[in-house]
């Protein structure tokens, strides 16, 4: 897949996993690698570059050799925020915008940056969805397109004490990328342990059938 140079990958791994026993999800294995490993595979190819949003020490994540970007603001007030430290690195590094991934998301589409790019509302926002059993839209809003030049009005909305990224979505007419949901939702988390060994099969599935 070909990047777009004008956008940059950020990976959201700045929860705090409590339903997994805390600690770092992206780094636990799944299969032969990590789950970051598996989530940088599929983003890296679509964009320019890609960053990491994590809190604490960033040794850990040294072996990567990606920037590790804290959040700005205090007491981790969820993903938002993660989404405005890479908007900042992005926008210093001269990039129009970022798309975000979960770090616990390891089966995301090959084409999530070019669907979402498509999708953009008038204010260059987008959002990934799949349908549920019933037709209806799910959206998945730690995968997004988000313009740089945004980011002031996101700080100053999680300044006024804004934390659901659809509110503020929303107010800014994001798009949707409508996504198909085929053998699993590609848009499956790691939460717990029992996902974790469903997500082992998932990957037995994907290396078998090339997905």
Not at 134 to 159: E, K, Q, S
Not at 162 to 168: D, F
Request: aromatic share 6%; proline share 8%.
């Amino acid at each position: 897949m070909t990047e777009l140079p004008h956008i940059a990958g950020v990976i959201l791994a700045g929860g705090r996993a409590t339903r997994m026993g805390g600690g770092d999800k992206g780094l636990r294995a799944l299969g032969d690698r990590r789950l970051i490993d598996h989530v940088i595979d599929r983003l890296a190819p679509q964009v320019a570059r890609v960053a990491l949003n994590a809190n604490g020490d960033p040794v850990r994540f040294a072996d990567l050799g990606l920037p590790v970007l804290a959040d700005s603001l205090p007491d981790h007030p969820g993903p938002l925020a993660g989404v405005l430290a890479g908007l900042d690195w992005a926008a210093a590094a001269g990039y129009a915008a970022i798309v975000t991934a979960a770090a616990d998301t390891p089966f995301f589409p090959r084409d999530l940056v070019a669907r979402l790019t498509a999708a953009a509302g008038p204010s260059g926002l987008a959002l990934a969805a799949t349908p549920d059993e019933t037709g209806r839209l799910r959206r998945h809003p730690t995968f997004g397109l988000w313009p740089t030049a945004l980011r002031d009005d996101l700080r100053a909305a999680l300044a006024d004490g804004l934390r659901k990224i659809v509110l503020w979505t929303d107010r800014h007419g994001a798009g949707t990328a409508c996504f198909p949901v085929g053998p699993h939702d590609p848009f499956f988390n790691v939460n717990t342990p029992e996902d974790m060994a469903l997500a082992e099969q998932i990957l037995r599935k994907t290396l078998r059938d090339g997905i």
